[in-house]
């Protein structure tokens, strides 16, 4: 192998990930609001198809047929800039599992998708992890208490992406028509 070759490949194999991530993000994007939707890339390559309600999905991270969870590709029904509790400590268990992990949120409106990609380049340590759930925990009480309001969430959004890079996990953001 060439120099700097399996680099390329690395390279390679990741742009191919995404491309496939962005392509699931523009179909699961055409389902019904009214519920979230879920696709989870298992690491054969198989893609399980998951319904869940207004409020979660039941995402399967492992398959005895299928292996690990590399991918979940995931909408919400209601507007958020961040990721839930629940989007994270998904994160964050496929990391434990496989490096790299992924998790799309998908967020439909005016005929796009609002796709916002993390990746988990490593496992977290347990401190790193407690304190990015810590901090989406803080996000999910602000949302409750006073609802969603675009300033401020663009506000925690950053601040809870910048703490995700921090920590590893790199944070994307795609409009993509529908």
């Not at 194999?13 to 609001?33: F, H, M, Q, T, Y």
């Not at 309600?53 to 299928?66: D, F, K, R, V």
């Amino acid at each position: 192998m060439a120099r700097g070759q399996g680099f390329l490949n690395v390279a390679h194999r990741a742009r191919c990930v995404k491309d496939r991530i962005l392509r699931l993000a523009r179909e699961v994007a055409r389902s019904p609001k009214e519920r979230e939707h879920a696709v989870v890339v298992f690491e054969d390559g198989s893609e399980a198809w998951v319904r869940g309600s207004w409020g979660a999905a039941a995402i399967p991270l492992y398959s005895p047929a299928h292996g690990r969870a590399v991918a979940v590709i995931h909408t919400h029904p209601v507007p958020r800039e961040t990721p839930s509790l629940a989007d994270l400590r998904t994160l964050l268990t496929m990391s434990r599992m496989v490096v790299p992990a992924y998790l799309a949120t998908v967020y439909r409106v005016d005929g796009e998708a609002l796709v916002t990609l993390y990746t988990a380049t490593r496992a977290l340590s347990p401190p790193e992890a407690e304190a990015v759930l810590l901090s989406a925990l803080e996000y999910e009480r602000l949302q409750l208490e006073t609802g969603f309001d675009r300033l401020a969430s663009e506000k925690q959004a950053r601040e809870q992406h910048e703490l995700l890079k921090f920590v590893g996990i790199t944070v994307e953001r795609y409009r993509l028509r529908l």
